[in-house]
């Protein structure tokens, strides 16, 4: 039996179908256990509007050929080794604890159950006690780390003679006085912000949406507080706002300034997604998909009533989910250059020209091509397929070479998807 096919029957034992009210999803309470007990785990429904007794957890799904099973409901069940490793250092050994984790708690393997909790996942995660973040297992090093995280805050700056913050120091704890601690921590430090866990694209909203959040390696716990003031004092930054830049203009600014600023931003979303194409190109998903979803709590473009319809649908492939958001980003973004935009966008999806070529020559007549879509121009060579239309040199056009991206071209390629996919129903 191959893989999928058992992931199938295992969704159709394991969860019952959730009412789509917008206010139900699914927890994982954590039954205790001591070290070397099997992880047990009982799925329950839940409603947003009963409260906030329950943590969500912020990890990377790590690669899918290293799993470990847990019981969930009676059934093993595989999951990744990561998400494994957070659980055995979260069980207690008397109580049990209440949780959320998406890749337990939705079924996976179902499109419409997905999209409808995915839907939901900026309000469980504002709505949770806590998040809490993995970002691996711990070491002495780590330990230590941590203990001296804990022990700091913003009040340990003090600014220079002046009052201004140029040129101030970090007032360093006892732990960290000797200098081979120093450097050591130091060097810790960048390990532990080279973690996979600062790609991961969902956590940006996870982290921004967090009302308290807290950062695990092994044991040991941080708050996002402490750990943001250790970083900035042993990295010798300001504990101010201008302090932390976007992160995407110098390969020496961390993923973690770039995190710490959109915190000290967050008033400023929703954004368009241009600005969401601009910041996050380099974030990472297992689904590329999750590269726009996976930002629903920030882009404008995916709030409810925005004129362009954008919607977390797992049911649209990555092609069609490209000309919807392009779409949408062009009839409200007023910005000059959109076809940067678009580029992004592409490559974000991790699109090719030619994939989206070909949705567009089978939607609309290659004679009628040029005329129609006035954004796709470059030299064609009419030899190359059977279709008689592809590019020469696609290097040679980048991007797809959107010269024009007329919104009126993107509304017909959309409204003629729409078309195909109800005729597919």
């Known amino acids: 039996m191959s893989k999928s096919r058992r992931a199938l029957d295992m969704s159709l034992s394991l969860y019952r179908s959730l009412p789509n009210n917008g206010d139900t999803f699914r927890l994982a309470e954590l039954q205790p256990g001591r070290e070397g007990d099997p992880v047990v785990l009982t799925l329950l429904p839940k409603l947003l509007s009963q409260g906030d007794d329950y943590e969500a957890l912020s990890y990377v799904w790590s690669s899918a050929e290293n799993e470990a099973k847990v019981l969930v409901n009676g059934m093993h069940v595989p999951i990744r080794r990561s998400l494994f490793e957070f659980f055995t250092v979260l069980r207690s050994s008397k109580q049990p604890r209440l949780l959320?984790?998406?890749?337990?708690?939705?079924?996976?393997?179902?499109?419409?159950?997905?999209?409808?909790?995915?839907?939901?996942?900026?309000?469980i995660y504002k709505n949770a006690s806590k998040v809490l973040a993995w970002l691996g297992p711990g070491s002495p090093a780590t330990d230590l780390l941590l203990r001296v995280a804990a022990t700091t805050s913003a009040g340990d700056y003090s600014p220079n003679g002046s009052g201004e913050n140029d040129g101030g120091t970090w007032r360093r704890p006892p732990e960290a006085d000797d200098p081979s601690v120093w450097t050591s921590l130091q060097a810790t430090l960048r390990l532990v912000l080279d973690q996979p866990y600062w790609r991961r694209a969902w956590i940006i909203q996870e982290c921004l949406l967090a009302r308290q959040l807290y950062f695990s390696l092994g044991t040991a716990q941080v708050s996002w507080d402490s750990f943001s003031s250790a970083h900035m004092m042993l990295l010798e930054k300001r504990p101010v706002a201008r302090g932390y830049t976007w992160g995407y203009l110098y390969d020496t600014i961390t993923r973690f300034d770039h995190l710490a600023g959109l915190k000290n931003r967050s008033h400023e979303f929703p954004i368009p997604l241009s600005g969401i194409v601009r910041r996050f190109s380099a974030a990472e998903s297992t689904d590329p998909r999750d590269m726009i979803f996976a930002f629903s709590a920030l882009v404008a473009e995916l709030q409810p009533g925005h004129p362009g319809g954008l919607e977390v649908d797992y049911g649209l492939s990555t092609v069609s989910l490209y000309f919807r958001a392009g779409y949408a980003s062009l009839i409200s973004d007023s910005r000059p250059l959109p076809h940067r935009t678009l580029h992004g966008l592409r490559t974000m999806l991790r699109l090719t020209s030619l994939e989206l070529l070909e949705t567009v020559m089978a939607l609309i007549d290659p004679?009628?091509?040029l005329s129609a879509v006035s954004w796709l121009v470059g030299d064609w060579d009419p030899q190359s397929t059977p279709q008689g239309r592809t590019f020469r040199d696609e290097r040679k056009h980048e991007g797809l070479a959107y010269i024009d991206c007329h919104v009126a071209d993107f509304s017909t390629l959309v409204r003629l998807l729409n078309e195909k996919e109800r005729a597919g129903r």
């Not at 997905?114 to 309000?123: A, K, N």
């Open 100 to 123: 959320y984790a998406d890749a337990i708690c939705i079924n996976q393997v179902d499109d419409k159950e997905r999209t409808q909790q995915v839907r939901l996942m900026q309000d």
């Open 367 to 369: 004679d009628e091509l």
